[in-house]
């Protein structure tokens, strides 16, 4: 089983920027997708960006789209989410996501291991 550890939350005001980490050990090879999903206080979780072994696909929800990067570094075993522009909306948990199967990126099923996700807070 892949290990996934987020680092990089935090405090931001409105209109900054933050940029988190996604460190995975074990078992990383040929994965499919990493990507990152978030979950606010009495909200259902979500999806915000995913991207392919390669780093050849991006995907990214219409909410994050202009304003969040993803990347990997695949010599690491890391994948990033460079998130500019910060909104109060943008207030959540942010789990790190990773799969070895084929199917809907943006989707949480798709997804075998999963972070313990990182706090990213965004005040006005």
């Known amino acids: 089983q892949v290990q996934l550890v987020e680092s990089g939350g935090g405090l931001v005001q409105a209109g900054g920027s933050l940029r988190l980490t996604c460190a995975a050990s074990?078992?990383?090879?040929?994965?499919?997708?990493m990507g990152w999903f978030r979950q606010a206080p009495g909200k259902e979780r979500e999806f915000v960006a995913a991207?392919?072994?390669?780093?050849?696909?991006?995907y990214y929800a219409d909410s994050v789209k202009g304003r969040f990067t993803i990347s990997r570094d695949n010599a690491k075993n890391a994948v990033y989410l460079q998130m500019n522009s910060l909104k109060c909306e943008d207030t959540a948990v942010y789990y790190c996501v990773e799969s070895k199967r084929l199917g809907n990126p943006r989707t949480a099923t798709t997804y075998d291991d999963w972070g313990q996700g990182t706090q990213v807070t965004v005040s006005s």
């Open positions: 074990g078992p990383t090879f040929s994965n499919v997708y």
């Open positions: 991207i392919t072994w390669s780093g050849g696909s991006t």
